[in-house]
């Protein structure tokens, strides 16, 4: 099994750079995949970044590519999230996953373990 604890959302003014943070525990020695998504209220949980264990690899979603940055100290066991020029549409319920291999999986429900989110609110 394995744990992630999100962390760093909040209330942000429109134009901040919060900085996310997915810290996991146990099977941590595995190679895995780490991801971000989000989800607000009334909207399917969409896709924000992902990242493969070396970092070899990274995607972006269409709506964060650009001001987002994803990143991971696996020395640390830790994942960030460095998100810039925020906007109200930024809003949501910020997730944490990861997928135990190599492999990146093309949707949300194929990741073996997920964190319990982070709030970030943008507003003025």
């Known amino acids: 099994q394995m744990r992630l604890v999100e962390s760093g959302g909040g209330l942000v003014q429109p134009g901040g750079s919060p900085k996310l943070s997915c810290v996991a525990s146990?099977?941590?020695?595995?190679?895995?995949?780490m991801a971000w998504y989000r989800q607000a209220p009334g909207k399917e949980r969409e896709f924000v970044a992902v990242s493969t264990f070396s970092g070899y690899e990274i995607r972006y979603g269409d709506s964060v590519k650009g001001r987002f940055t994803i990143s991971r100290d696996n020395a640390k066991n830790t994942g960030y999230l460095q998100m810039n020029n925020l906007k109200p549409e930024d809003t949501a319920v910020y997730y944490c996953?990861?997928?135990?291999?190599?492999?990146?999986?093309?949707?949300?429900?194929?990741?073996?373990?997920w964190g319990q989110g982070t709030q970030v609110t943008v507003s003025s």
């Open positions: 996953a990861v997928r135990l291999g190599v492999w990146i999986p093309p949707t949300y429900d194929e990741y073996d373990f």
């Open positions: 146990g099977r941590t020695f595995d190679t895995n995949v």
